[in-house]
C-alpha cells in the first residue's frame, strides 16, 4: 500500500536518511523508530511531498507522490505531535477550510466524524480554547474526514494522559480492524507501538537498521533471570548445555534446549535455584540493543 | 467551484484576524483625523485662497468628494501600504511559522494553487480595503459638509490639475481612481507576498516590503532621478492620478498598469519558485 524506495536526503550535506525503504502492506500497522534526528520526521515529509527526496520515491497505492502527489494524497489522512489549527477559528471552520483542500466540505459526514471522536459538545468553540486531548481528537478528525487508507500519524500520542493515549491506541486499532486501515506510526513510546504495531522498523542515523514483525520478537533465543548460587558452577552447566550467560543473572538458552530439564540438572548438581524466570523481550529491549549495541540496563 | 470554496475558507481565515481588523480601525481614525483638519477655519481659510487663485468657487469644492480624495491621497501610500505589506507578508510566513502549513500539506494541493488561493484573497483584500477607504471617508466627509459639491483634484507630483463641478462626474471620477488605487495597492501585496513565500519570518516580509516602497519612494524624489522616474515603482502605482485628468490619457495609464501587471506576475513567479523548491521539514 505505502512503499518507500531507497530514499536519500541531506540537509546542507548532512544526510538525514540513506537508502531508506520499507514497505507498509495494506491494513498493517507500521512503526516507525528511531532517536530524534534518526530520519523518522524526514520519511513522513517525504511521504507527504513536503520534502523532496535527493534520491528514491514513495509511492501510495501504486501512485508516485513525487510525480503525482495530490492524486498520491487522496488517499492519505496524517496527523501530528503537535497539530497547529487556525487558533482563531473554531475546530467546525477548521475542519471546513482543511476539507476544502480535499475535495469539499460534507456537513453530515463531518458530523459523524465529529461525533466519533468525541468533539460534539466543543466543536463550534474557538480551537484557542482546546485542551491538548482535544486538539489531538480534531488532529483525527480532520484526517479521517476524507475517508483515507492510509493514516500517517507522527507522535500523535505525545503529550497525552494515560487514559487519552488508550483511547487513541483503541480508536487506532478499531479502524484498522473495522476499516482495514493502513497506518504508519512513528512514535517515542515504545510500548505503544509494540501494542499497536503488526511490524516495526528501526532508523539509526538515517539508515534502516532493523525491520521485522512485533511478535516475532519472541522467536529468538529465550533469555532467563536467573539467581543460582554457587554462580561459577551454574555458569559452566549453562554452557554444557548450549546457554549462554548474557549478564550476571540473565542467559539464554537454545530453543531446543527444556529450561524445566536445566532447572532439574541445576538442583541435582546442588545448585541453588532462587530464580528462573522466562524474560519476555520487549521492543524496548530490542531497540536498545540495536541502538546502543547492548541490552536494556534493567 | 472547488476554488471559490477554498477561497471563501482563505478570506474566512484572513477576516477572523485581528491584525485584519486594525488597518480598518486606523484609517477610521485617520479620516476623523483628516475631516477635523478640514473643519478648521484656518484650513478653510486656506483652501479658500488656494481655490480662487485658482478661479474656483469655495462653495462649490469644499465638498465631500474633494475631502474624500485628500484622504485616498494623503493616507494610501503612507498608512495603507503597512497594513498591506502587514497582511501580504503574514500570508504564508506566518501559517508556516504556526505550522499551519504541516496540516495543509498532509491535503492533495498543489502548492502553486495553494498559493493562487492565498494569492487572489490578499488580492481581494487589498482591492475591497481601498473602496473601504474611499467609502468610509466619504460618509464620514457627507456627515462633516453635506453630499453636495464637486470634485476638486490637484497632486503636484504627477502633475495633475482638476475640477469637477458636477457631483456625479466628480463622483464617477473619484470611483474610477478609487478602482485604479486599489490595482496599484495590489502591487505592493505582490511584493509582501514574494516575500512572505520565502523561507523568512512575517515581520521581515513586512519590514522588507516597506523598507522597498520607501526607498523607491525617496530616490524618486530625488532630482538626478528624474529623467528616470517612470522606472520607479511608486510613481507607476501612481498613475490612478491620471484617471482624475479633465482628458484621460488611457495610453499612459494602460502603460503603468501593464507595467504594474508584469512586476506582479514576476513576483509572484518568484514567490512560488522559493515556495516550490523549499523543503518544508515537520
Redesign the interface.
Same mark, same amino acid.
Given at each position: 500500500m505505502l512503499i518507500a524506495n531507497g530514499l536519500y536526503k541531506n540537509?546542507g550535506g548532512k544526510p538525514a536518511l540513506a537508502d531508506v525503504s520499507f514497505h507498509v502492506k495494506r491494513g498493517e500497522i507500521y512503526g516507525l523508530l528511531g532517536h530524534n534526528g534518526a530520519g523518522k +520526521?524526514?520519511s513522513? =515529509?517525504i511521504i507527504?511531498?513536503?520534502?523532496?527526496p535527493d534520491q528514491g520515491d514513495v509511492t501510495i497505492d501504486g501512485i508516485s507522490v513525487l510525480k503525482n502527489? +495530490?492524486?498520491?494524497?487522496?488517499k &492519505?489522512?496524517?496527523i501530528?505531535e503537535?497539530?497547529?489549527?487556525?487558533e482563531?477559528?473554531s475546530g467546525w471552520?477548521n475542519l471546513?477550510?482543511?476539507m +476544502?483542500?480535499? =475535495? =469539499?466540505?460534507d456537513s453530515e459526514a463531518a458530523g459523524k466524524v465529529i461525533e466519533r471522536v468525541g468533539l460534539t459538545k466543543r466543536v463550534h468553540s474557538k480551537v484557542r480554547t482546546y485542551s491538548h486531548g482535544m486538539r489531538q481528537r480534531l488532529a483525527l478528525a480532520?484526517?479521517l474526514l476524507?475517508e483515507p487508507e492510509v493514516l500517517?500519524l507522527?507522535e500523535p500520542t505525545d503529550g497525552l494522559d494515560p487514559e487519552g493515549i488508550k483511547w487513541f491506541r483503541d480508536f487506532i486499532l478499531n479502524l484498522r480492524d473495522e476499516r482495514g486501515m493502513t497506518v504508519l506510526f512513528n512514535s517515542h513510546l515504545l510500548a505503544e507501538v509494540e501494542l499497536m504495531c503488526d511490524r516495526v522498523a528501526i532508523l539509526r542515523e538515517g539508515k534502516r537498521v532493523f525491520e521485522g514483525s512485533v511478535s516475532g520478537l519472541q522467536d529468538d533465543t529465550p533469555v532467563f533471570e536467573v539467581d543460582l548460587a554457587p554462580w561459577d558452577s551454574a555458569c559452566e552447566l549453562v554452557k554444557s548445555a548450549g546457554g549462554e550467560i548474557l549478564t550476571s543473572g540473565r542467559i539464554s538458552l537454545p530453543h531446543a534446549a527444556d529450561p524445566a530439564v536445566i532447572v532439574e540438572a541445576l538442583v541435582r548438581t546442588g545448585i541453588r535455584v532462587r530464580a528462573f524466570s522466562p524474560v519476555r523481550r520487549s521492543l524496548e529491549d530490542l531497540y536498545m540493543e540495536i541502538l546502543n549495541g547492548a541490552p536494556s540496563p534493567n | 467551484m472547488?476554488f471559490f470554496?477554498?477561497l471563501? =475558507?482563505?478570506l474566512?481565515?484572513l477576516f477572523?484576524?485581528?491584525r485584519t481588523w486594525m488597518g480598518y480601525g486606523a484609517f477610521i481614525a485617520m479620516e476623523a483625523v483628516i475631516l477635523a483638519v478640514y473643519k478648521l477655519e484656518r484650513s478653510q481659510r486656506y483652501m479658500k485662497g488656494m481655490l480662487e487663485r485658482n478661479g474656483l468657487e469655495f462653495g462649490t469644492y469644499y465638498s465631500s468628494l474633494t475631502i474624500t480624495f485628500t484622504i485616498m491621497l494623503l493616507s494610501m501610500f503612507l498608512l495603507g501600504s503597512i497594513y498591506f505589506a502587514l497582511v501580504a507578508g503574514d500570508i504564508v510566513a506566518k501559517e508556516n511559522e504556526?505550522?499551519?502549513l504541516?496540516? &495543509?500539506?498532509?491535503?492533495?494541493?498543489?502548492r502553486l494553487r495553494?498559493l493562487l488561493i492565498k494569492y487572489t484573497a490578499v488580492s481581494l483584500y487589498t482591492f475591497s480595503f481601498v473602496f473601504f477607504v474611499g467609502v468610509s471617508g466619504y460618509a464620514m466627509a457627507v456627515a462633516a459638509v453635506g453630499w453636495e459639491g464637486g470634485l476638486f483634484v490637484m497632486e503636484p507630483k504627477m502633475k495633475v490639475f482638476a475640477a469637477y463641478p458636477e457631483w456625479w462626474d466628480g463622483a464617477s471620477r473619484l470611483a474610477m481612481a478609487a478602482g485604479g488605487i486599489g490595482l496599484s495597492m495590489i502591487t505592493l501585496s505582490s511584493i509582501a507576498f514574494m516575500f512572505s513565500c520565502f523561507k523568512i519570518k512575517p515581520a521581515a516580509a513586512t519590514i522588507i516590503t516597506l523598507t522597498i516602497l520607501f526607498v523607491d519612494m525617496i530616490l524618486q524624489g530625488f532630482p538626478f532621478f528624474k529623467p528616470y522616474e517612470s522606472y520607479f515603482i511608486t510613481w507607476r502605482m501612481s498613475a490612478w492620478v491620471f484617471m482624475l485628468e479633465q482628458n484621460i490619457s488611457w495610453p499612459k495609464i494602460i502603460e503603468s498598469y501593464a507595467f504594474l501587471l508584469g512586476l506582479n506576475i514576476s513576483l509572484f513567479t518568484l514567490g512560488w519558485l522559493s515556495f516550490q523548491?523549499r523543503?518544508?521539514?515537520?
Amino acid at each position: 500500500m505505502l512503499i518507500a524506495n531507497g530514499l536519500y536526503k541531506n540537509f546542507g550535506g548532512k544526510p538525514a536518511l540513506a537508502d531508506v525503504s520499507f514497505h507498509v502492506k495494506r491494513g498493517e500497522i507500521y512503526g516507525l523508530l528511531g532517536h530524534n534526528g534518526a530520519g523518522k +520526521s524526514t520519511s513522513l =515529509g517525504i511521504i507527504l511531498g513536503m520534502v523532496m527526496p535527493d534520491q528514491g520515491d514513495v509511492t501510495i497505492d501504486g501512485i508516485s507522490v513525487l510525480k503525482n502527489r +495530490s492524486k498520491a494524497l487522496r488517499k &492519505v489522512g496524517a496527523i501530528f505531535e503537535a497539530p497547529a489549527f487556525y487558533e482563531y477559528l473554531s475546530g467546525w471552520d477548521n475542519l471546513k477550510i482543511l476539507m +476544502s483542500y480535499s =475535495g =469539499g466540505f460534507d456537513s453530515e459526514a463531518a458530523g459523524k466524524v465529529i461525533e466519533r471522536v468525541g468533539l460534539t459538545k466543543r466543536v463550534h468553540s474557538k480551537v484557542r480554547t482546546y485542551s491538548h486531548g482535544m486538539r489531538q481528537r480534531l488532529a483525527l478528525a480532520q484526517a479521517l474526514l476524507p475517508e483515507p487508507e492510509v493514516l500517517l500519524l507522527d507522535e500523535p500520542t505525545d503529550g497525552l494522559d494515560p487514559e487519552g493515549i488508550k483511547w487513541f491506541r483503541d480508536f487506532i486499532l478499531n479502524l484498522r480492524d473495522e476499516r482495514g486501515m493502513t497506518v504508519l506510526f512513528n512514535s517515542h513510546l515504545l510500548a505503544e507501538v509494540e501494542l499497536m504495531c503488526d511490524r516495526v522498523a528501526i532508523l539509526r542515523e538515517g539508515k534502516r537498521v532493523f525491520e521485522g514483525s512485533v511478535s516475532g520478537l519472541q522467536d529468538d533465543t529465550p533469555v532467563f533471570e536467573v539467581d543460582l548460587a554457587p554462580w561459577d558452577s551454574a555458569c559452566e552447566l549453562v554452557k554444557s548445555a548450549g546457554g549462554e550467560i548474557l549478564t550476571s543473572g540473565r542467559i539464554s538458552l537454545p530453543h531446543a534446549a527444556d529450561p524445566a530439564v536445566i532447572v532439574e540438572a541445576l538442583v541435582r548438581t546442588g545448585i541453588r535455584v532462587r530464580a528462573f524466570s522466562p524474560v519476555r523481550r520487549s521492543l524496548e529491549d530490542l531497540y536498545m540493543e540495536i541502538l546502543n549495541g547492548a541490552p536494556s540496563p534493567n | 467551484m472547488l476554488f471559490f470554496q477554498q477561497l471563501r =475558507g482563505e478570506l474566512r481565515k484572513l477576516f477572523a484576524r485581528p491584525r485584519t481588523w486594525m488597518g480598518y480601525g486606523a484609517f477610521i481614525a485617520m479620516e476623523a483625523v483628516i475631516l477635523a483638519v478640514y473643519k478648521l477655519e484656518r484650513s478653510q481659510r486656506y483652501m479658500k485662497g488656494m481655490l480662487e487663485r485658482n478661479g474656483l468657487e469655495f462653495g462649490t469644492y469644499y465638498s465631500s468628494l474633494t475631502i474624500t480624495f485628500t484622504i485616498m491621497l494623503l493616507s494610501m501610500f503612507l498608512l495603507g501600504s503597512i497594513y498591506f505589506a502587514l497582511v501580504a507578508g503574514d500570508i504564508v510566513a506566518k501559517e508556516n511559522e504556526d505550522g499551519n502549513l504541516r496540516l &495543509v500539506f498532509a491535503r492533495p494541493i498543489s502548492r502553486l494553487r495553494l498559493l493562487l488561493i492565498k494569492y487572489t484573497a490578499v488580492s481581494l483584500y487589498t482591492f475591497s480595503f481601498v473602496f473601504f477607504v474611499g467609502v468610509s471617508g466619504y460618509a464620514m466627509a457627507v456627515a462633516a459638509v453635506g453630499w453636495e459639491g464637486g470634485l476638486f483634484v490637484m497632486e503636484p507630483k504627477m502633475k495633475v490639475f482638476a475640477a469637477y463641478p458636477e457631483w456625479w462626474d466628480g463622483a464617477s471620477r473619484l470611483a474610477m481612481a478609487a478602482g485604479g488605487i486599489g490595482l496599484s495597492m495590489i502591487t505592493l501585496s505582490s511584493i509582501a507576498f514574494m516575500f512572505s513565500c520565502f523561507k523568512i519570518k512575517p515581520a521581515a516580509a513586512t519590514i522588507i516590503t516597506l523598507t522597498i516602497l520607501f526607498v523607491d519612494m525617496i530616490l524618486q524624489g530625488f532630482p538626478f532621478f528624474k529623467p528616470y522616474e517612470s522606472y520607479f515603482i511608486t510613481w507607476r502605482m501612481s498613475a490612478w492620478v491620471f484617471m482624475l485628468e479633465q482628458n484621460i490619457s488611457w495610453p499612459k495609464i494602460i502603460e503603468s498598469y501593464a507595467f504594474l501587471l508584469g512586476l506582479n506576475i514576476s513576483l509572484f513567479t518568484l514567490g512560488w519558485l522559493s515556495f516550490q523548491t523549499r523543503d518544508f521539514k515537520t
